[in-house]
Every structure is written in C-alpha cells, then in structure tokens.
C-alpha cells in the first residue's frame, strides 16, 4: 500500500538535544498529523496540522504543514527520556470515500540520559 | 486513555483458523477504523465504518471482514489464518465520516500471532 516516505529510520541522542524528523509524500495531503507509539501501545496523536504552511507548537513538539501540502516536520526541543519511542507522521485527505490515514514507515527515538 | 478499547490484548491461535477481534469506540463517535500493523508492512488502513455502514476500504484481504453494530462497536473477523497475518490490530474512531477532516484516537490493539 502507499506509505509516505519518513526519515530518519532511527536517531539515537543524548538527553537535552533537539531532534528532527520530516516526512514525503508524492501527492498532495489536506492534513498532516504526528503520533507517537510506545511498545504494546496504540499511536497517540502529537499534533494535527490542517492548513498549508501552518506551523504549531505542543509544548516541546513544533511541527509544520508544508507549503507544497506534500511535506511536514517534526522538531522536538530538550530531549528528555521519556521521548523515547516510534513517532509516525500520517497524511489524511478530505473525500466521500472515507478519511483514512495513510503512514509513514516511523521513527525509532532513542534518548540516552 | 485514548477511549477507545480493544479486545483481547493478545491472540494466539493456529494456521487455518479464525478469530474475532473487538472495538468499543470512544463514546459519541460514529466513525470506526481497523488499521493493521506489522513489520514488513508498516500501518495499513483496512477498512473503516461509519454508523453501521462500510465507508472505505483499504488493503484489507477477502478472507478479512468486518462489522459495526447497531451499539457502534466493531468487530474484525480474520479467517483461514496464514503465518503472515501475525500483526497488531489497530481500531481507531473518530466522530464522523470524514467529510470534514476529524481526529482518529487509536485503541491499544491486538496483537495477534498465528503459529
């Protein structure tokens, strides 16, 4: 099935560094949204970005809608342990056949104190 | 607590077999979502309901089939079980369909393993 191309694969840091994930797509999405998975957990939703360019913070997490509507990142500030885990960007469309999600492939965090 | 619950948290069961897997959406959604997650894979939408009716449909298999019922919980029927259907299973609501662009909360899942 289509994914949306996500990079990095995994990031390995030191606490307190900041982090930078993006993700690609080939066609147009009308909304980006950021998870983050914990082992044996569902994804838990971060942010959702509804307007081209759009730029939103939560707390440590900024993310951003690019202007192309093909595009987002994912910045977290001041790493901290608990930042640990698998974070999927995820593009929706507007359309009468359903609103699914479709995935990128995710990125594996690791955060050494 | 996404408000979504999900039954059972683990399965395991045989090749060849079938199995039912449980979705309670988060309570005034209409909206639900089977997303199913494995390695080689990533998470891939199969299939969503909306209001008791099917509304879209992804790369769900013909021996998968699913459900919402009158109370707007779901079930997720897998059969003739192959080794490569060991995954996690993923139900996700949300309030509507989809007309207008709406959050989806994702449950804790199943995960299923076929030996």
């Known amino acids: 099935g289509q994914q949306l191309n996500q990079s990095p694969q995994s990031m390995f840091i030191q606490e307190g560094e900041d982090v930078s994930m993006n993700c690609t797509s080939s066609s147009i999405f009308n909304t980006w949204l950021w998870y983050k998975q914990d082992p044996g957990e569902g994804p838990v939703l971060l942010i959702a970005?509804?307007?081209?360019?759009e730029l939103t913070s939560n707390g440590r997490l900024t993310a951003q809608f690019g202007i192309t509507r093909k595009d987002s990142f994912l910045n977290i500030s001041a790493s901290i342990p608990s930042d640990v885990g698998i974070y999927f960007c995820a593009g929706q469309r507007l359309g009468t056949s359903g609103s699914r999600l479709t995935f990128g492939e995710g990125t594996q965090l690791t955060v050494n104190p | 607590d996404s408000g979504v619950t999900q039954t059972p948290k683990h399965l395991i069961t045989a090749t060849g077999q079938r199995v039912t897997l449980r979705c309670s959406p988060r309570s005034g959604d209409l909206s639900v979502y089977w997303y199913q997650q494995s390695l080689d894979q990533g998470l891939q939408f199969l299939i969503q309901y909306y209001n008791g009716e099917e509304r879209a449909k992804g790369n769900i298999l013909e021996r998968f089939s699913a459900q919402q019922f009158p109370d707007l919980h779901s079930e997720l029927n897998l059969s003739s079980l192959e080794l490569g259907d060991s995954a996690l299973y993923f139900c996700?609501?949300?309030?509507?369909?989809?007309?207008?662009?709406?959050?989806?909360?994702f449950g804790p899942g199943t995960r299923l393993l076929v030996l």
């Open positions: 996700a609501s949300s309030v509507a369909a989809g007309a207008i662009l709406e959050t989806q909360y």
């Open positions: 970005l509804y307007k081209a360019g």
